[in-house]
């Protein structure tokens, strides 16, 4: 894998395209010139995003990740349009609709809204996308977040599904190994987007909660462009792990010394334990 890949000319599907990460990797990408398949829920959304783009090297068609065949046919439409699919990226996500809740507080079905669209959806995008991308030597791109390795507290669903789908990443890179293809694994670290709207500022005690549990130089957000332009160098190396921002890179690192003595603080914390407590009442 020593040779860097090429990105110009490559056609690359994004999930939930028109968020911030989303969105701003679609732009990256094309600059280097790819060819972009870009999906998300609003048909609306997704035709002001391929406004800004060459016609010619755009496709936007709307999509559920929660909906097998219809990943299914994206890539088959994908395939029809650019006569090839090279890069999957599956970055659709979403956290708790308006209030975050524990796991004894939070509503039944949103719970599982939230795995069948962070876990599943990642499944059903790499599932559909693989016979593609293992033809043409190219890649599987998963988001996971920090939440992979960072306690989720009051967030739990999410954080589940994005240390399960970080599994996902690696086992399905040990599958490739070998055949050419590839596939890796994205952390991005808190970024500003509607996702992370309620712990920081949208709700007083998550943001509280934040504020408590992390040091905060780990606690600067930073802008989608910063993921997006480590998204095109991890993609150019086939890199198995892009952290981003560089910052959460030891935390990675270190995760089995750092993740026993964050959740004995966590255990300690009263203020903590105040707060979790107030958000399960709150609910
Ligand atoms: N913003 C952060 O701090 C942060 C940190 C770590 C990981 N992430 C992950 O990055 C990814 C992108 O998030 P973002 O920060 O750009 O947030 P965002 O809310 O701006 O974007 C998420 C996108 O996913 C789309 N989406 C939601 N449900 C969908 C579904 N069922 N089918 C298809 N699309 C769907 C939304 O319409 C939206 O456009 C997510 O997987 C998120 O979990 C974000």
Known sequence: MGKKYDLNGKVVLITGATGGIGAASARAL?????????????????????????????????????????SKAVVLQTVEHFGRLDIAFANAGIAWRNNPATIASCDEAEFEKIIDVDLFGVWRTLRAA???????????????????????????????????????????????????????????????????????????????????????????????EEIATALVAGLTTRSAAIIAPARWKPLSMLRGVMSPLSDALLDRSEKIHRLVRNIESNR
């Open 130 to 224: 693989l016979p593609e991308v293992q033809r043409n030597h190219g890649q599987i791109i998963i988001t996971s977040s920090i939440y992979s390795f960072v306690n989720g507290m009051v967030n739990a669903p999410y954080a589940a599904s994005k240390a399960a789908v970080e599994m996902l990443g690696r086992a399905l890179r040990a599958e490739l190994a070998g055949t050419g293809a590839s596939a890796s694994v994205l952390y991005p670290g808190w970024t500003a987007t509607p996702i992370t709207e309620l712990a920081f500022g949208g709700h007083a005690t998550a943001s509280e909660l934040i504020e408590s549990a992390f040091p905060a130089v780990l606690r600067k957000q930073v802008q989608p």
């Open 30 to 70: 094309y600059t280097k010139g790819a060819n972009l398949v870009l999906t998300d829920l609003s048909q609306q959304s997704l035709d002001l995003l391929a406004a800004e783009f060459d016609p010619a090297r755009v496709l936007a068609l709307p999509l559920d990740v929660t909906d097998a065949a219809a």
